[in-house]
């Protein structure tokens, strides 16, 4: 099984509308978690980081499940510009290295 | 400022050489990664520098993988008797301290072991 484990999509979805993107992880020691955004042929930046309360940043929100090891990210509104592959990505505890899922590639049309 | 740079973004190499792919950490930056990411794939974890304790390698896939860092600045990953499964996009990372700092990645280097 892997550490981390997303759907890779691809989610094609017009402008506008909401998406959502789920992401299991297997060890339950792990401290933090990020989404990260990586674009074609582009680095992985990341978008934001999951708090155990959830947290808002403008169009998007991420939730965090410790007791089912789930993580969520909502979009609003989708841009044209949120075309990318949305990456979960977990910390275990105890280590620096981050541990990344395969990614869930998002396409939004006019 | 300016964010981390690799070199060189694009290598082509047969089976059998050497390589050698650089890191420029961001400055001021303490801890350093080194991550590969195959075609379609996730980043796998390769191999974490922190100022001068020792190096976590425990991602690094086989012996013929090294990395050395001098102090807390550049970086080399070194690819001994490269094998075409060796073929992938290189990423290196550096973040401000050990913990839940952000992790900021350089373009990459594209490996590709013919």
């Known amino acids: 099984r892997k550490e981390v484990e997303q759907d890779p999509g691809p989610f094609n979805v017009p402008e506008g509308a909401t998406v959502a993107f789920n992401c299991t992880y297997s060890?339950?020691?792990?401290?933090?978690f990020f989404w990260y955004r990586q674009d074609c042929r582009k680095e992985p930046k990341l978008l934001m980081s999951?708090?155990?309360s959830g947290n808002e940043d403008g169009r998007f929100t991420a939730q965090l499940n410790r007791a089912s090891q789930y993580i969520s990210l909502l979009i609003r509104d989708s841009k044209l510009s949120d075309s990318a592959t949305y990456l979960c990505?977990?910390?275990?505890?105890?280590?620096?290295?981050?541990?990344f899922g395969a990614g869930t590639r998002l396409a939004v049309h006019p | 400022g300016a964010g981390v740079s690799q070199s060189p973004s694009n290598k082509v190499t047969e089976k059998g050489k050497d390589v050698e792919l650089r890191c420029d950490p961001i400055?001021?930056?303490?801890?350093l990664y080194w991550y590969r990411q195959r075609l379609g794939q996730g980043l796998e974890f390769l191999i974490y520098?922190?100022?001068?304790?020792?190096?976590?390698k425990s991602g690094l896939p086989s012996d013929r993988f090294s990395a050395e860092r001098t102090g807390e600045s550049v970086s080399t990953l070194t690819i001994q008797r490269t094998q075409q499964e060796d073929s992938a996009v290189y990423l290196c990372?550096?973040?401000?301290?050990?913990?839940?700092?952000?992790?900021?990645f350089g373009p990459g280097t594209r490996l590709l072991v013919l």
């Open positions: 990372a550096s973040s401000s301290g050990a913990g839940t700092e952000t992790q900021y």
């Open positions: 060890n339950s020691a792990s401290q933090s």
């Open positions: 999951v708090y155990s």
């Open positions: 990505v977990v910390r275990p505890g105890g280590y620096n290295k981050l541990i």
């Open positions: 400055s001021g930056h303490t801890a």
């Open positions: 520098f922190q100022g001068n304790s020792a190096p976590d």
